[in-house]
């Protein structure tokens, strides 16, 4: 097999713009490698979906519970650590996709290139995992409404966004792109209030007038002793927070998903996983720094329970400050970032369900689309699992919230360990095959012993996700069950598949490297004209200036 090179193929058609690739029906619409799902998200929506459309109820919400169990320093370490080895996990998925930009990305790489069987694992595992996070941003929503009042009634809530996500939803994929564009915009400008909040009162900035800077990090202290005291009971604590990362701490899988429908995807979902190294450290670890200054961790509204104004540590840390109005902004815009990660949900299942079906994974049903390129019956499907959110309506809202959270964190892992155990199969393909890695259109680096370090990290973490139900006198089944379904399903799911249809491990030398590869190739080898920049599409957004696209034969089709 000839290496893989950025030239473009020998016999591609020249000459079509880019406006006029979206019309194509070999283009817009990829008829057999993506079974009629349409390439119409440009840079600019890929990069906010980048870069703010996984940011939700975790980083605003639930890493208020790592800090109460681990104290600021193990928040900070926690959060650290797990957003290393998934910035390891994007360097191993990035060179894959940019490689082979297909609908259902790794899902399908599973079972192409490792086990037809993990592909069933890894889509069905993602694929709850995703329906499953749906409901739990829902009842997050109505969590942090409450912060206004209590009086409106959980269902009205739940219906209401059940609706909004299945408008948005069905529609073309281009207004879903556009609808993730602004929320994700506000996602920004959430996190701008948040840490310009922390620096300014920390400083000094306060109703008080007082710089109290770091002094949570010294009484109560740094450390929070957990379950248990001294050493044990602080590191204890370390592995709470690290589980609170666990969940708050992901997104190189939902650029992945994206890509069966990016417009030139070896360059703008490429950009994308870029961004991820810098967003983790702003967003995640510098998260985690500023609720640790904010608010001690043995503040009794992280852990109440009521599910009412306690919503966001950012919130409490501003109403013990005495700051009026800013806690209305920060609940607002909020709401818009728990609503486009939901939103997110609902897409990434709705596609992963497709993938599915693409390789018989699935009822061929779902792979069928509309004019739009919209998976229609996959769409049905998902829009089933919002209406678990009415599980609040007969119960605590945080119970309902942390039992969700519980099944999702698992289902994490195993989509990470996949992943992982899938670019060490890529890898060894190429090396058999003769691909020089440097010719691929993004090469991961220190490869592939990063891939090596998250495979046995992931199963680590998984292992010891529950582990404080087998400390003595702390065993509950309900208690056990949470962290490790998905554990049990994935291995039913794995084994049942691999038994029943005697699957096998796919060899180097076997591995289809060609896949949909010449029907991509054809595709980018369209565009004649440069990609866009991120800067240059807001710029001319902002001045509402149409740019102008002149085709091979002079003539005008600017938009």
């Not at 390891?88 to 996709?97: D, R």
Request: glycine share 10%; hydrophobic share 45%.
């Amino acid at each position: 097999m000839d290496a893989v090179t950025k030239d473009k193929p020998i016999g591609a058609e020249p000459g079509l713009t880019e406006k006029e690739s979206r019309k194509s029906d070999s283009i817009g619409e990829v008829e057999e490698g993506t079974n009629h799902l349409q390439r119409h998200l440009g840079n600019r929506q890929i990069q906010l979906i980048a870069i703010g459309g996984t940011i939700g109820t975790g980083l605003f919400v639930s890493i208020g519970s790592g800090l109460a169990t681990g104290g600021p320093a193990n928040l900070l370490l926690g959060y650290s650590l797990h957003a290393l080895m998934v910035c390891l996990i994007n360097n191993s998925l990035a060179e894959m996709v940019c490689f082979m930009p297909v609908s259902g990305s790794f899902i399908r790489m599973a079972g192409k290139w490792v086990d037809d069987a993990l592909g069933f694992l890894a889509g069905w595992n993602f694929f709850l995992y995703e329906a499953i996070l749906i409901p739990f941003e829902i009842t997050a929503l109505n969590l942090v409404l409450t912060y206004w009042t209590d009086k409106i009634p959980v269902a009205a809530i739940c219906i209401a966004v059940i609706i909004l996500y299945a408008i948005i939803n069905i529609l073309a994929v281009q207004y879903y792109g556009e609808a993730e564009f602004w929320l994700a915009s506000g996602k920004l400008i959430l996190i701008l209030i948040v840490y310009f909040f922390t620096f300014i009162t920390a400083v000094g900035g306060n109703p008080q007038g007082e710089p109290y800077g770091f002094r949570y990090w010294y009484s109560p202290g740094a450390f929070a002793e957990h379950i248990h005291t001294g050493t044990l009971g602080r590191f204890e604590g370390f592995l709470g927070s690290l589980f609170s990362a666990c969940f708050v701490v992901v997104g190189p899988e939902y650029i992945a998903m994206v890509a069966g429908e990016a417009e030139r995807p070896r360059v703008y979902i490429k950009n994308g996983f870029k961004t991820v190294y810098w967003r983790f450290f702003v967003f995640f670890v510098l998260g985690a720094l500023a609720v640790g200054i904010v608010i001690p961790y043995n503040s009794p509204d992280l852990n109440n329970g009521s599910g009412t104004a306690d919503g966001s540590p950012y919130v409490i840390a501003m109403q013990n400050m005495g700051v009026a109005v800013l806690p209305h902004i920060v609940n607002a815009l909020l709401l818009t970032s728990i609503f486009s990660a939901g939103n997110a949900y609902v897409y990434c299942a709705m596609r992963s369900l497709h993938g599915l079906a693409c390789d018989g994974h699935a009822p061929a049903i779902f792979k069928k689309t509309t004019k739009k390129g919209i998976p229609i019956y996959a769409f049905a499907v998902v829009m089933l699992f919002p209406f678990l959110s009415f599980l609040q309506a007969g119960s605590n809202t945080m119970s309902a919230v942390s039992i969700l959270q519980s099944v999702t964190e698992g289902a994490t892992m195993i989509t990470y360990i996949c992943i992982s155990l899938t670019y060490i199969f890529f890898y060894r393909a190429c090396k058999a095959q003769g691909i020089d890695r440097d010719t691929l259109p993004y090469k991961g680096y220190f490869q592939p012993y990063g891939a090596y370090i998250t495979l046995v990290y992931m199963i680590i973490i998984e292992g010891i996700f529950g582990y404080t139900v087998f400390i003595p006198g702390r065993w509950s089944v309900a208690d056990f069950f949470p962290p490790y379904t998905m554990a049990f399903v994935t291995i039913l799911l794995y084994f049942g598949w691999k038994i029943y249809h005697r699957t096998k491990f796919v060899k180097p030398l076997e591995a289809d490297l060609v896949w949909e590869k010449p029907q991509i190739d054809a595709y980018e080898a369209t565009f004649t004209e440069p990609p866009t920049r991120f800067r240059d599409e807001i710029w001319a957004m902002v001045t509402r200036r149409k740019r102008e696209k002149v085709n091979h034969m002079g003539e005008d089709v600017s938009s």
